[in-house]
């Protein structure tokens, strides 16, 4: 596998793998996205200046679940020894610590995988996609909070989140699934 280096900013992806409809996949490869925030968006006008039209989707509900909202929209696998990735670090933004960012009105899923087998992958930061989905299959622990639709967590060994940074209390939790392949 190869070596990837995302130097720390913001990454505005805006379109999707014309096969597998994907908008960002790290897979097979040493990443380090220390700082870095991938901002997913379905909009091709999207505009890094002014944040339009995602800007204007406050709390508008998108349309129904259907069929293209069944392939993910960010799938990572961060197995690789050496994998670093945290989110984005600069106090004067509003997306200050966010590691992956969806766009409001989407409910595609965001499908994590991480086994801490070898040591030394770290996966930190935040998770924000409000009408989407996550799946998580991990082991070890992890620097991790998220703000989701829905969250699946499928515990391959031991997986652990111990977040040094909270988001303010919730007012209300809508849907939490478990799952653990150990007994």
Known sequence: PGRVLFQPGVYNIRGSHPVTDIALSIVAAQVTAEGAMFYVTDSPDYSPTS????????ETVPP?????????SVLIQTGILGTRMSGLEDPASPFD????YQRRTLRR????????LLGGEALAGAIYAKWG???FVGHGTYD???????ARFINALQC???????FPPAEDVASFELYSLTR
Not at 51 to 58: F, I, K, N, S, V
């Open 51 to 58: 944040g339009l039209p995602d800007a204007e989707d406050g």
């Open 144 to 150: 991790l909070r998220m703000a989701v639709g829905t």
């Open 109 to 116: 899923p965001i499908v994590i995988v991480s086994e801490q």
């Open 133 to 135: 989905q996550v799946a």
């Open 160 to 166: 652990t989140f111990a977040p040094t940074t909270f």
């Open 64 to 72: 129904p679940f259907g069929l293209s909202a069944v392939a993910p």
């Open 97 to 100: 610590g966010l590691l992956i």
